[in-house]
Each structure stands twice: as C-alpha cells, then as structure tokens.
C-alpha cells in the first residue's frame, strides 16, 4: 500500500458518513431485508450460495439484541419460503455478548432452534481478541444443543491450531479466515506472510481431521494452496466450500464455480453499515482512489 493509501486508511474515521457509505455500497446488500433476499437470489441464480448478516455489534441494550434476534428468524422464514441456498452468520456482540453472556448465549439458542427447525445453519462469525473465548465457549455449547452451528478461526491468531485440536468432535463446521481486527503482536502473528503460512498449516489440519471448511479468503496463493490440499485429501465437493465478501473480486468467484467448487457469498445487510464498511475500505488497497474520487464527486 502507498504511504499516501496509508494516509487515507489511518484518517478513514474523519471522512464524512455520506462518502464512506458512497465509497462501500459494493459491500453492503442494502438496508433491508428484501435488498438482502434479492441479492441472495441472483447468487444462487449465478451458481453460489450466500450467508446473510444483519449488521450490527458491540450492543448495550438487550432490546437492540432481541431486535436483531426477531430479525434472523424472520430471515430464515423468508430464506425457506423462497427457497434460497442460503444460510446466516452472526455476531455474538451483536445479540449481547457484551451485556451478559448467559443473555446471549440464549439469544443464539433461538436462532439455532430456528435454523434447526428449517433444516438450515448458522455460522458465528469470530469479532476481537476480547470475545474469542466466550465466542468459542457459546459455540461449544449450543452447537452442542442442536448441531447447527458454526465457527471461525483466524490463522493471524498464534492460538488457532491449538483451537483446532480442541474442536467438538460433532460435525464441526469452520470457516478459516486471516482476521480482520487489529491484536498486539502478544497474541497474533504480524507478518503477512506468516498470516499466509500459519492459513495453510490451519487448513491443512481442518481437512486433515475430517472437519468441514468453509475457506474465507481471495488471496489467489492460499485459494492456490487450498486446491492442492484438497486434491491431496481427495475432498468430495461435500467437504468444503470457498467463501468470500460481497464486493470482493467477483472475477475470482467466476472462476471458483467454474472449477466446480462450492462457493458461498457473506451478504450484509441493515441501517449499522458503518463500522463494517470502515473494516472493509481498511482492507482494500484501491481506497485511497476510491475515497479521493468521492470526495471530489466523481463516479
Ligand atoms: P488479502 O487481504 O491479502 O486480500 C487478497 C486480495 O483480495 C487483495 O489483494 C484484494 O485484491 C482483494 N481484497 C481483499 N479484501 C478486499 C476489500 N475489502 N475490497 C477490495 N478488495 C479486497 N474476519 C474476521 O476477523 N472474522 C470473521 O468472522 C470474518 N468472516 C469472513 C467471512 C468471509 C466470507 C470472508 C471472505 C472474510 C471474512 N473475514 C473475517 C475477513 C478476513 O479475515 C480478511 O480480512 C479478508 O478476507 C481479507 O483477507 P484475504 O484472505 O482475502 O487476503
């Protein structure tokens, strides 16, 4: 990234709303429930599946939570009644982690019993370093009560393959991503290529010990990696699915689906586009462009 790119990303919190929101529309289905259906539908048409997410995080008050709960039970409701391909991903800080465990570890329960009772998943997307345990503790337990859920790994986290070991036996479902938070050099690896490295050892594992892997990534050498590992383990289509971001590099989705891989688009969506957008225009080398021309009113 430039220094003047890096500049831009540093300073991203003082560019005004309105040019952040113009700037990541890309990465956002919209704000409501049926932009979000609709986008699912033309995935699915294209030949990939999708996970929805209603943004949203780091709630204080439990009727925020609750609200977002009601909010994935009618998505799985109009998911069957449409007849998407398609599953959800949540945010435990979202459904009140940060207010009180047992309150969200119950908020997950009601959309776990839901999906189960559609036949459907859900997947809980891994936030900070701050709720990795709690994550991985609610995950354990309710997995554990309907066998629906799933987690995420971030191979920038220097616990991960110990994680690994300590999975449920159960049909364990991961989606293995880098990570997008920022952690002390403590407790996560820095180095990009050593991010790179411990994803191959972290997915080597997953699909070593049998474990579904949902491969969260548009790095082209770890999608290169990924293949052989799963040329060598002689993966059936039924082992693993690729994801990646709406908005993100569809010419490499195009590709993916056309080797015949599973592939399954994130699609977020709801008003709390904010910091999610923020996290993905920090990501995107192009940003500096994007931000300066939208500024300037460009198109
Ligand atoms: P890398 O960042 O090196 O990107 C590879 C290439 O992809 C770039 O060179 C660029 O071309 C393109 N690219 C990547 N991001 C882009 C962007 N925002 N805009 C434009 N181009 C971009 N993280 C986390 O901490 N917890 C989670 O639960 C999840 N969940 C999740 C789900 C899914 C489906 C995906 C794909 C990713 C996540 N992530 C995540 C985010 C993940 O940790 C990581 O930050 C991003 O995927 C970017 O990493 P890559 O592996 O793509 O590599």
New binding site residues.
């Given amino acids: 990234m430039s220094l003047f790119s890096r500049v831009v990303v540093t300073t991203l919190p003082l560019v005004p709303k309105f040019v952040v929101g113009h700037v990541a529309k890309?990465?956002v289905a919209g704000e409501t429930r049926e932009e979000a259906l609709g986008t699912a539908k033309a995935l699915n048409e294209s030949g990939a599946l999708a996970?929805m997410d209603v943004l949203g995080e780091e709630v204080s008050k439990r009727s925020k939570a609750e609200a977002a709960v009601e909010e994935y039970i009618r998505l799985f409701e109009a998911i069957e009644e449409r007849g998407l391909d398609a599953n959800v991903?949540i945010?435990l800080t979202l459904l009140g982690l940060k207010i009180d465990e047992t309150f969200c570890r119950e908020n997950v329960a009601r959309v776990a019993e839901t999906a189960a009772s559609f036949g459907n998943f859900v997947?809980i997307?891994?936030?900070?370093s701050s709720v990795t345990d709690a994550t991985l503790r609610i995950y354990r337990e309710v997995h554990g009560r309907y066998g629906n859920v799933g987690a995420?790994l971030?191979s920038?986290m220097r616990r991960t393959l110990r994680d690994i070991s300590e999975l449920p036996a159960e049909a364990p479902n991961i989606?293995l991503?880098?990570?997008?938070?920022i952690e002390p050099r403590a407790i996560a690896w820095k180095r990009?290529e050593t991010v790179r490295a411990n994803?191959v050892a972290a997915l080597d594992k997953l699909m070593r010990t049998g474990v579904y892997v949902?491969i969260?990534?548009?790095?082209?050498h770890?999608v290169c990696e990924a293949e052989r590992l799963i040329d060598r383990y002689a993966l059936g289509r039924d082992r693993y699915e690729f994801?990646?971001?709406l908005?993100?590099?569809e010419e490499?989705r195009r590709i993916l689906l056309d080797r015949g891989h599973r592939l399954?688009?994130?699609v977020p969506y709801g008003r709390d586009w904010y910091p999610y957008s923020i996290?993905?225009?920090?990501?995107?080398?192009?940003?500096a462009r994007h931000v300066m021309r939208a500024t300037l009113g460009l198109r």
């Fill in positions: 890309r990465y996970t991903s945010k997947r997307d891994m936030e900070d995420v971030q920038y989606r991503c880098k990570g997008i938070y990009f994803f949902g969260a990534t548009h790095d082209e770890l994801q990646m971001l908005g993100v590099d490499l399954r688009v994130y996290r993905r225009l920090r990501e995107n080398p192009e940003v």
